[in-house]
């Protein structure tokens, strides 16, 4: 079916004047041309739109349900080309971004305030995964950017985003959960759960580093810290965790800070892929590296 946009703008202005002539003078055109657009137009839609009155037309039963629709294909014509430019600029859209769970604690909330900030007209999807994972889907440009753990692989460009410092999880019952201070690693005889190389080959390599890998070798590993934490809780072992994982608050466990000689942070970089196409990820590349720090 073949309509022109002048036939629909011809219709709705006979449509709205209910009378030929007026809507004609309105258009800026005489009326013989009017006429013969409407003629044109019944006979492409098979029905008849109009009656003639005395003074003027009125609309038919099908031409009332038309006018509806060709109002509202003017409406989205009429803003069509402002919502492409601003597409086109990143300024709407779906920005896909993936998280850690430790990330999620660390920096989802204020990264996600920036990008409200930075395109508050664009939708974000969020998805957990792991960072290797997160790799692999910005290499399929199944996500748009993710918040992960070094090292970054080869092709990717990232910012550091977050640091924080690792403190020592314990049980509720064990002799370290109370007193003031912080504590010694040597002083912790029990056994380590770990992070599994696979879901953080990051923090399972520093962790091996500080508590010594002969005992970090015989440890319980989990991918995910939630995972952890419910081993500690458990009486299984103790565990070297984030500091905003405190923010969890799980029942049962205790948290200490590690002493000056023990101490070390962790951190979690923004990454995306260059050759992403989508124009909202290069608006929040800008605010990324105008203001990287989330935390400070």
């Known amino acids: 079916m073949d309509l022109s946009l002048q036939q629909l703008r011809g219709f709705v202005a006979v449509a709205e004047e209910l009378h030929y002539g007026k809507a004609a003078q309105r258009l800026n055109i005489t009326q013989p041309p009017l006429t013969r657009q409407i003629q044109g137009l019944e006979r492409t839609l098979g029905v008849r739109l109009f009656d003639r009155t005395g003074r003027g037309v009125r609309l038919t039963a099908a031409g009332d349900v038309f006018l509806e629709h060709a109002r509202r294909v003017l ?54 995964l792991v960072s290797p994972d997160q790799f692999e889907a910005l290499a399929n440009m199944e996500i748009d950017i ?73 440890s319980q590993l989990a991918s995910q810290v939630p ?44 990454c995306w892929s260059p050759d992403s196409p989508n124009p909202a990820l290069q608006r929040l590349v800008e605010s990324l590296r105008e203001n990287p720090h989330l935390d400070t």
């Not at 995972?227 to 984030?242: E, F, K, Y």
Request: hydrophobic share 45%; with cysteine; glycine share 8%.
């Open 75 to 128: 409406a989205l014509l009429e803003v069509a080309p402002e919502a492409t430019r601003r597409a086109a600029d990143g300024q709407t859209g779906t920005l896909r971004i993936a998280f850690t769970a430790i990330g999620a604690y660390a920096v989802l909330a204020d990264f996600l305030t920036m990008v409200g900030k930075r395109t508050p007209a664009v939708t974000s999807e969020l998805t957990e």
């Open 146 to 218: 993710g918040l992960v753990r070094p090292p970054i692989p080869a092709g990717f460009e990232s910012v550091l985003v977050h640091s924080e410092d690792l403190v020592l999880a314990v049980p509720a019952d064990h002799p370290l959960a109370v007193g003031e201070g912080p504590v010694a690693l040597v002083d912790v005889t029990d056994d380590y759960i770990g992070y599994s190389p696979e879901g953080s080959q990051y923090l399972h390599d520093i962790c091996a580093a500080m508590i010594g890998m002969d005992r970090y070798a015989v």
């Open 227 to 270: 995972t952890m934490l419910a081993l500690v809780r458990a009486g299984l072992g103790c565990a070297l965790i984030p500091r905003s994982i405190m923010a969890m608050g799980v029942e049962g466990v205790r948290y200490r800070e590690l002493d000056a000689a023990d101490a070390h942070s962790v951190t979690l970089h923004a």
